[in-house]
């Protein structure tokens, strides 16, 4: 019988300062052994918590393990054994670590069952994430890097307020509990949570680090960074209506631009902020079931998304960009490395067969309600959009072809067969979703190829795609062109830091007339007391002023006299 | 004499997409037309609501696209705003 409680999140920690110093041929082995060695210490432990540990008297649970995290823990851990397939590709012993680390904040952020462990592991992943951007080899990929750090540090800050405010407020402890957003603290830990899973104005800290990071690094962040968000809102906000606008807007935003976007790595970075919205919008919703549909689909997107960014990051290996508009002749010279593509696409669109329908279908479901049918709606056509945008236009731009010689140059073998094992896990989650319903919180009986679900979907995706591809022969639908699409970070990265940057030379030219005013009031007041200083120290200079003073002084000792008498 | 080599086809794969999204989609709307499905709680979850759906979102999508591109496009690589890893 295991006796071991360790927080599994933590062996990948260890892992992580071990791959450090081994040699190339190990670091692949030692990923892989650390995610399954935390997988089995998962898996061997029965639910319940850790008894607490009393730190400057508050208690700090490392191990609480229950069906809701339980399900995140295992797609966690399976993407990671993933990663150590692809990983062995390329020499980078630090992203390797950068990896694991990352791996390792947000497997024990989901195991902890406190809020200051909580906190400490998601900062600790979201530092990790900055690491593996900074790893990255491609132009920009530092300034990206300082931009995410930017954004962990102040989501890390309004955990940190929140927490201490919650603590303030009176609350007994910080063990897990839901929290209310109207209070302080609980309002800072929304803002936060917010940032994580990429709300709107903050969703572009997604996009930016996916595109800048390397072909693993991109995978890695879109498998563990938004979904330690999904299961905080799922802990601690459950049911909580602002979650249901926020995420359509999500879905909306993340849809439009996945449409638009040149750069496939942003468009699939924006697709899951599609299939992230999903997940917020249904935890806002909050029955059972759509709490147990949020779940799932996390599940399955952060498969999907890690095997479609494994595609394109095969992409990036050979042609140095993933751009639409640079796609030609791509079927040609990278022939499996496109199939997998338009497989991982087709997933990521909720096409039926593939992971992401099981789960689809059950939040389809989960939102069909007279009041909700607007975000039924919003959820079904974001199937029709996703799979116009990472699957339909890349099969049409990587079949054009110029005419000339195409050279064959398909990608590393072990970036093949990690792509080929992450749609492998695709696939069969989405043929045999059965087990992934068992692991749900909400114990789920539910037929997701019943033809009444079935063909509604086969219906949707074809109509989408017949319209879609009328459109483009009709000159209608806008051509691939390398064009970039402003998003909100330009407001604040142009006009804004435009106004911040000539508000502060202002502000230096006010301070420094300020300080040139200041001395020279000074040096005229240091003047004229120095002139009465010297005064005073020659009172006798006048010869009338002594008999002016020595009578002066007399009257006053006479009034003070007669004052005293009387 | 030689002949001139006939330029490559184009355009294949967008018929080859067009079949099989209009075969998918013909299966999807005739089962859900002839099955014997209840109606759904509103207009698009009714038999053939998906197909409005669908197309209309593709549609609504490339409207904007096209709007969005003419709004918020800029070449690609082109340095836009200051950064947060600029110092004067």
């Not at chain 1, 890349?394 to 792509?419: C, D, I, T, W, Y």
């Not at chain 1, 806008?478 to 990265?493: G, Q, S």
């Not at chain 1, 006010?510 to 001395?519: D, F, L």
């Amino acid at each position: 019988m295991w006796a071991i409680t360790l927080n599994p999140g933590f062996v990948c920690i260890l892992a992580a300062l071990l791959v450090l110093a081994a040699p190339q041929t190990m670091r692949a082995i030692t990923m892989a052994g650390a995610g399954l060695l935390a997988l089995l210490l998962l898996l061997s432990r029965n639910f319940g918590a850790e008894e607490a540990i009393a730190q400057m008297g508050l208690p700090v649970v490392l191990l609480n393990l229950d069906a809701l995290n339980r399900i995140f823990g295992i797609a966690a851990l399976i993407t990671l054994i993933t990663f150590a397939i692809f990983a062995n590709a390329r020499r980078n012993r630090y992203e390797d670590a950068a990896i694991l680390m990352m791996a390792g904040g947000a497997v024990s952020a989901l195991f902890v069952g406190d809020l200051i462990s909580f906190v400490a592991a998601a900062s600790l992943a979201g530092l990790a994430a900055a690491w593996i951007v900074f790893c990255s080899p491609l132009e920009e990929a530092r300034r990206a890097g300082v931009r995410l750090l930017v954004w962990n540090g102040l989501e890390g800050l309004l955990l940190l307020v929140g927490v201490a405010f919650h603590l303030s407020a009176g609350s007994s402890g910080t063990v897990f509990a839901r929290l209310d957003i109207a209070t302080i603290g609980g309002g800072c830990i929304f803002a936060a949570l917010m940032i994580r899973v990429g709300a709107p104005f903050a969703h572009v800290w997604v996009k930016d680090t996916i595109a800048h990071a390397s072909p693993l690094g991109g995978a890695a962040l879109s498998a563990f960074s938004t979904m330690v968000g999904v299961y905080a809102l799922a802990r601690f906000f459950p049911a909580e209506p602002l979650l249901i606008p926020i995420g359509a807007a999500m879905i909306a935003v993340g849809a439009l631009y996945a449409s638009t976007v040149d750069d496939l790595r942003a468009g699939a970075a924006y697709g899951l902020m599609t299939q992230t919205g999903v997940c917020v919008a249904l935890i806002g919703v909050g029955s059972p079931l759509a709490v147990a549909a949020a779940e799932g689909h996390i599940f399955t997107s952060m498969f999907v998304f890690m095997a479609l960014q494994m595609a394109l990051g095969a992409v990036l290996a050979r042609r140095g960009a993933v751009r639409l508009s640079q796609f030609e002749g791509l079927s040609r010279a990278m022939p499996i490395t496109t199939t997998l593509m338009l497989i991982t696409g087709l997933a990521a669109s909720g096409a039926p067969g593939f992971a992401l329908y099981a789960t689809h279908s059950v939040a389809l479901e989960a939102s069909a309600q007279w009041d909700l049918r607007w975000l039924w709606a919003l959820i079904a056509a974001s199937s029709a959009a996703l799979f116009v945008s990472l699957a339909l236009r890349p099969a049409l731009a990587a079949h054009r072809h110029g005419g000339g010689k195409v050279k064959f140059n398909e990608a590393p073998f072990s970036m093949l067969l990690g792509a080929g094992v992450a749609a492998f896990f695709c696939v069969s989650i989405g043929l045999a979703p059965s087990w992934l319903y068992g692991l749900m919180p909400t114990a789920l009986t539910f037929a997701p190829f019943d033809l009444d679900r079935l063909a509604p979907q086969f219906e949707l995706l074809g109509a989408a795609g017949v319209a879609f591809v009328l459109l483009r022969a009709l000159n209608l639908a806008p051509r691939e062109r390398a064009v970039d699409l402003l998003d909100i970070d330009a407001f604040y990265r142009g006009p804004v830091a435009g106004a911040a940057r000539w508000a502060g030379v202002v502000m230096l030219r006010v301070y420094g007339a300020a300080g040139a005013a200041v001395a020279l009031l000074a040096a005229r007041a240091g003047a004229a007391l120095a002139a009465w200083a010297r005064s005073c120290d020659a009172p006798y200079l006048g010869r009338g002023w002594a008999a002016l003073q020595f009578w002066a002084i007399g009257a006053l000792a006479v009034i003070i006299l007669i004052g005293a008498r009387l | 004499m030689t002949r001139k080599p006939l330029p490559s086809p184009r355009g294949g794969v967008a018929g080859l997409a067009l079949l099989f999204c209009a075969t998918a989609g013909g299966a999807g709307l005739a089962f859900d037309l002839l099955g014997d499905a209840p109606a759904g709680f509103w207009l698009l979850a009714d038999p053939g609501g998906r197909a409005m759906l669908g197309a209309g979102a593709v549609t609504i999508l490339v409207l904007i696209a096209h709007g969005a591109r003419w709004l918020l496009a800029r070449r690609a690589g082109e340095k836009g705003g200051r950064d947060v890893g600029d110092h004067p």
